[in-house]
């Protein structure tokens, strides 16, 4: 299949001028989750839109067209999330006193009988929201303010880290392991020496290699997860293996099993399953039964395309919820999570379906 350069041309220009729409006063790097929805406490929060954001314009080449001022004071709007006491993780105020104030007798019942609204516990989404800020600052060439600590930094610790997260549950424990293996590449190495810090990478990366299942190339333990949880796992995987330099384990068995059942249509998972083949070729060209897929999931894409410049994250509805918080009622508009989903999505298609050819700029998250 061949991709539609004049609709990605126009992406070019429409999704800037979509962001621009989402800015918030003169406050360069603060953002709003969609322009329309947002409930109050999705307005408040910042850091994550402005990940987004930023991340978004390093795709479409357009970060380094913006001023050396205004590149400046976005890093250093983004340092500011970081706290100075304890590890100093990234916090986002508003976010996290959501998540830490009491969810009410009701939803607290509810939740005891297995039917409760999911509620992430707030310090495993502060360490995301932390890998988050620190793998976007280092898109840009910039670091935290002071390096982050709060993660094992001997072997065993890493090794037992890693081993006492639910690998039944790739999803949830790929995504937290990842945030560690961040940590250890671009923080360690500010208080520990380099033989410690490639000692403890090479535990991660033996750790890793031992959950590579050889049938399904995917990582885990126990069952084969569902087929959802199975591809999004093995995304957040390649994720860390991608800052460890190491190669998908099984990477053909790892295609076969993502070819076998379309993504469902959501950001999320459409850019984890272009994720985990645009990993799994390695630059290989995409044969035939890939470029069907990767034209499907196109067309999936597209039906999130909004006449605001934007991608809504659910087909015709916007994102509602960030790490559990609400932040948007879900109306028929664009949001900036999704539209940073998808443009990723899209710049990895380029170099799925027109190697050497594909002009938008890949990210490492």
Avoid at 23 to 37: D, M
Avoid at 151 to 166: N, T
Avoid at 284 to 304: K, N, Q
Wanted: glycine share 8%; proline share 7%.
């Amino acid at each position: 299949m061949t991709l539609d350069q004049l609709w990605l041309r126009e992406l070019e220009e429409r999704v800037p001028l979509f962001l621009r729409s989402l800015r918030v006063g003169s406050q360069v790097g603060r953002y709003l989750p969609c322009l329309r929805g947002g409930t109050d406490v999705g307005r408040e929060i910042a850091l994550g839109w402005s990940t987004f954001a930023l991340k978004t314009l390093v795709m479409l080449g357009r970060w380094d067209a913006l001023s050396r001022e205004e590149r400046e004071a976005w890093v250093e709007f983004m340092q500011d999330f970081q706290r100075t006491d304890g590890d100093s993780p990234f916090e986002d105020p508003p976010q996290m006193a959501h998540l830490r104030k009491s969810p009410g007798i009701v939803a607290s019942l509810l939740r005891l009988v297995g039917r409760g609204p999911w509620r992430p516990e707030p310090h495993s989404i502060q360490l995301a929201e932390t890998k988050q800020a620190i793998a976007t600052l280092a898109e840009v060439g910039a670091e935290p303010r002071r390096p982050f600590r709060g993660f094992p930094l001997k072997p065993q610790s890493v090794r037992a880290w890693l081993s006492a997260q639910d690998w039944t549950k790739p999803w949830g424990a790929g995504g937290q392991s990842a945030g560690l293996v961040v940590f250890i590449k671009t923080q360690a190495p500010a208080f520990l020496p380099q033989r410690d810090v490639d000692e403890l990478l090479d535990v991660c990366r033996d750790f890793y290699a031992s959950l590579a299942h050889e049938e399904t190339g995917a990582y885990f333990r126990g069952n084969v997860p569902a087929h959802g949880e199975l591809i999004n796992g093995a995304m957040k995987v390649l994720m860390a293996l991608d800052w460890l330099d190491v190669p998908v384990h099984f990477a053909d068995r790892l295609i076969a099993t993502t070819l076998a059942r379309d993504p469902e249509p959501s950001g999320c998972h459409l850019v984890d399953a272009i994720y985990v083949l645009h990993r799994a070729h390695a630059g290989r060209p995409a044969d035939g039964a890939t470029s069907e897929f990767c034209g499907r999931v196109l067309e999936m894409i597209r039906s999130h395309a909004q006449d605001d410049g934007g991608f809504s994250f659910f087909t015709r509805k916007a994102q509602t919820h960030y790490y559990g918080v609400p932040v948007s009622r879900g109306l028929d508009e664009s949001d900036i999570q999704g539209t940073c989903l998808l443009v990723w999505a899209l710049a990895m298609l380029q170099e799925l379906l027109t190697p050497g050819e594909a002009k938008w700029k890949m990210i490492r998250p």
